[in-house]
Structure formats: structure tokens, C-alpha cells
């Protein structure tokens, strides 16, 4: 049986305690930003704005009983103060270096924490030039299979571990986006997937040496990228021998985001769509990566494939039969990590008049996706002291493409997901489902 398992309650989470490392194979913007933040606001310099974990409520009971705690003060997550940051990267700069760089956070915000930021250092990565072509790095690891690659990840996170004294680590992928891969017979099997490795398969990308090297040594992981990583059946049947909760895939950032809140209140009004274009401008490490027509072709299958899930032209094809949807992404330089979406919409309502709805949405990258890392990396450890293993579907509400089980449709509608994530919360601290019916305040 493939996803997740979980007959948990309050009584068998088991508590927090103790330190929590968090590993990401990536140094750059997304993981830069994300380090950053949890130290200032560690240091009371600024808030957790965009964290679940960390800001918002989850109603209990009716709505007449007035109960709605934080989720931290409701489930028992890791305390940020006892949270320890690594990092694998095949360039060599150090985490303030590498925040320097990527230009995210200003100067007034990296000065204060430079000197943390500046001893977090990057172990070697396993990285291979075909699989993200617009990067060279010099701080990689040498093996002369990928199984022995995988092996000396294994090493890291044991030294990790014990170098900083931790009681748990979990790993969430804040690297580039890798050339698309096809699931294939290579990863059908865990035999077939490490047979793969000793002869070193090229359908064997870096990421699944990553969550492989991960799940082994029982280490939650979730993947941030639309590459194929752990979304096979040869490590989800692994994360299930093994008793590790996985997710992924793609953090559900920008332009996807708005997708998951626009065509969920189309579908809900019944209003028809003919066509969805979308175009991005960034400038930063992943926008170059991206201009790589393999490694977009990966990022391209995980934006396209939102919306025919959410709006199921097969049960509505009146409304969304053959609707077009078009998506492009430029690599522009001057712009960094401050990306630009703009997307039309060509909508149809009564009587089959014409409307339009255009979007300008100018975000910035990694301040929507480091709150998603510390959500994922609190989330995930909690599911593991629940006992949950395997595909975390109700951590959906933060991917582009949500893992689901075997012959499963995945979730998309962000509301839908939303619902999944805290209803997950509420059942395993034996709490009641919310169903929002509400007929129980108007009876006769």
C-alpha cells in the first residue's frame, strides 16, 4: 500500500524534545532566506510572517465554543530555538556569503545575523553537470559509483547529527530544479532502483541519491523541486520499510499559488474557461537554471498539470473541455529573486459572453518559500514522532505537484487542502473533524 499511515492520537505523538537539525541540499536564495529569517526572528528582530506553524489558528469544536489556539500552542512542533541548520551545495560559500549573493534580504537584516550566517558552511554536494547545466561548482563529492555518492551522504548526516548533539533531522531540497526525468523500471523497485546506483544509471538524478541516502537513515525528507526525487515506488516503498514520512513536490510559490485560489472560486461559480496564459520573468539562480529547456521542461509538467485537476474537464467539458493553458519562464537578469508572473485568463460566463481576468503579481521567490521550508520541516518531524510514514499527502497545501498514492488524483484546490492539512492535525490529537455543515445551530 503506498502514502501515508497513521492511527495516531494525542496520547501516542510523542513529544518534541530535544534538538532538531535541518538539512537542505541547496545553499542559495530559498535556504539562505530561510536560515535568515528563523534567526531573526529567534532574536526577536522580525516575525514569521507566511508560517502556518508559527501564525495561524486551528478551530476546535463548534464555533459557539470559542476555541481556536495557534497550531503551535495545539500540536507539539519543534521550538525554533532548538532548531540546527546544514546544507550541501557544490558551490563553497558559506550561508552569509551565499545570502549575499542571492540578494533576497538587505543588508540591515544580514549584518545583525552575519556572524551565524557565516558558520554555516556547505558540505560537499553530489552534483552532476547534466542534470542542472546552467551551474558549476567546484565543492562536489567524488565516487566512483552513485550508490558510493549516496553512502558518503549518509556519513554527512550521521556526522551532522553527531557533531551538533541533535535528536532528529529532517531534510527539506532547496536545490535547483534538475533535466526531466521519466519514471522508468530503474525506479520501479528498491532492488531494480540500487542496482541502478551501482552501475551508475543516468536515470539515477542527485536528488534520489539524496532522499535515498535520507530514508535510510530514517530521515523525513521533502522535496521542494518538481524534480522525480523520492516520487517513485522504489523509495516510497523504502520510506514505508522504513517507517519515514516523505512529500513533495515543487514549494507552491508564485504564479501556481494564485492558479490553486483562482480556478477553485471559477469552478465553484461554474464559469467556463478557454484559456490560461502565463509568463514569469526572474533573475536569479533558479530563473537560470530554468532557461535550460530540460531542466524547464521538468518545472513546465509540474505548473501545467494544476489546473486540469482542480477544474476535471472530463466531468465538465461544457465548461473546461479543451481550454488552452500556456506557460512560459524567462530568465531576465536585472530582476533577481523579485519575480514577475503576469497571467490572462479568458473566462466565459452566462450565455457564453467573453470575460477577462489579468493577474500582475510581483513576488519575491524566497520570501513565499522559506516559511513553506520551516512549515515542512516542523510538519515533517512531527508526522515521524506520529508515527506517520510514507506519502504526507495533507502536507499538499504546500506543493505544485502533490504526491498522492498509487492510481490516487492528488489534490489541488488550495481550500480543499487546507481543509486536508488541519483535519489531519485534529485527528491525530483527537479532536473532532471539522465539517463546516452547521445545521447544528439552527435546529427546531
Same mark, same amino acid.
Given at each position: 500500500? @503506498? ?43 522580525? /516575525? ?8 495561524? !489558528? ?5 464555533? !459557539? ?19 540546527? +541548520?546544514? &546544507? ?10 551565499? &545570502? ?5 534580504? %538587505? ?51 550521521? %556526522?551532522?547529527?553527531? /557533531? ?14 534538475? !533535466? ?14 540500487? /542496482? ?42 523504502? &520510506? ?10 515543487? +514549494? ?7 492558479? !490553486? ?52 474537464? =472530463? ?68 508526522? @515521524? ?25 492528488? =489534490? ?19 479532536? %473532532? ?6 445545521? %447544528?445551530?439552527?435546529?427546531?
Amino acid at each position: 500500500m @503506498q502514502g501515508n499511515s497513521s492511527t495516531g492520537s494525542r496520547s501516542t505523538v510523542r513529544p518534541a524534545t530535544g534538538r532538531l537539525g535541518i538539512l537542505t541540499p541547496g545553499l542559495g536564495a530559498v535556504a539562505t532566506t530561510f536560515m535568515a529569517g528563523v534567526e531573526s526572528i529567534r532574536r526577536g528582530l522580525s /516575525k514569521p510572517i507566511g508560517s502556518l506553524t508559527q501564525m495561524a !489558528t486551528i478551530r476546535l469544536g463548534k464555533r !459557539t465554543d470559542k476555541r481556536a489556539p495557534l497550531i503551535r500552542d495545539f500540536v507539539p512542533l519543534a521550538n525554533l530555538q532548538d532548531l540546527v +541548520f546544514g &546544507a550541501w551545495d557544490p558551490i563553497p560559500d558559506d550561508a552569509y556569503t551565499a &545570502a549575499k549573493k542571492a540578494g533576497v534580504l %538587505e543588508d540591515k537584516d544580514l549584518e545583525p545575523i552575519a556572524d551565524f550566517l557565516r558558520g554555516i558552511k556547505p558540505m560537499p554536494a553530489v552534483f552532476e553537470n547534466r542534470y542542472v547545466t546552467r551551474i558549476n561548482g567546484t565543492n562536489v563529492k567524488q565516487g566512483k559509483t552513485k550508490r558510493d555518492l549516496a553512502e558518503q551522504l549518509r556519513h554527512d548526516i550521521r %556526522e551532522f547529527k553527531s /557533531k551538533h548533539s541533535l535528536d532528529r533531522v529532517v531534510c527539506v531540497w532547496c536545490a535547483s530544479t534538475e !533535466t526531466y526525468i521519466k519514471p522508468g523500471p530503474q525506479h520501479a523497485t528498491l532492488e531494480q532502483f540500487e /542496482k541502478a546506483m551501482e552501475r551508475n544509471d543516468d536515470a539515477i538524478a542527485p536528488s534520489m541519491l539524496y532522499a535515498w541516502a535520507c530514508i535510510m537513515e530514517g530521515v523525513p525528507f521533502a522535496n521542494g523541486a518538481p524534480n522525480l526525487a523520492v516520487d517513485t515506488p522504489a523509495l516510497i516503498e523504502l &520510506a514505508l520499510d522504513r517507517g519515514v514520512p516523505i512529500s513533495g513536490k515543487d +514549494f507552491k510559490t508564485g504564479q501556481t499559488w494564485m492558479k !490553486t485560489v483562482i480556478a477553485p472560486g471559477l469552478k465553484a461559480r461554474m464559469l467556463g474557461l478557454a484559456g490560461w496564459y502565463s509568463t514569469n520573468i526572474l533573475g536569479n539562480r533558479d530563473g537560470e537554471v530554468l532557461d535550460d529547456p530540460a531542466s524547464f521542461k521538468t518545472k513546465e509538467e509540474s505548473k501545467l498539470s494544476v489546473l486540469h485537476t482542480i477544474l476535471q474537464p =472530463e466531468v465538465y467539458p461544457e465548461l473546461y473541455d479543451k481550454f488552452s493553458h500556456v506557460v512560459r519562464i524567462n530568465y531576465y537578469p536585472p530582476r533577481g529573486d523579485n519575480k514577475e508572473g503576469w497571467d490572462n485568463i479568458d473566462i466565459v460566463g452566462w450565455m457564453g459572453y467573453p470575460m477577462q481576468i489579468k493577474v500582475n503579481f510581483l513576488c519575491r521567490d524566497s520570501i513565499l518559500a522559506a516559511p513553506i521550508v520551516l512549515d515542512l520541516a516542523l510538519f515533517s518531524d512531527f508526522a @515521524q514522532r506520529a508515527d506517520m510514514k510514507g506519502i504526507q499527502e495533507w502536507l499538499s497545501f504546500y506543493y505544485k505537484s502533490p504526491m498522492a498514492a498509487s492510481g490516487l488524483q492528488a =489534490e489541488h484546490d488550495l481550500f480543499i487542502q487546507q481543509t486536508k492539512l488541519k483535519n489531519t492535525l485534529r485527528h491525530l490529537m483527537g479532536e %473532532e473533524q471539522i465539517t463546516h455543515l452547521g445545521l %447544528e445551530y439552527y435546529a427546531s
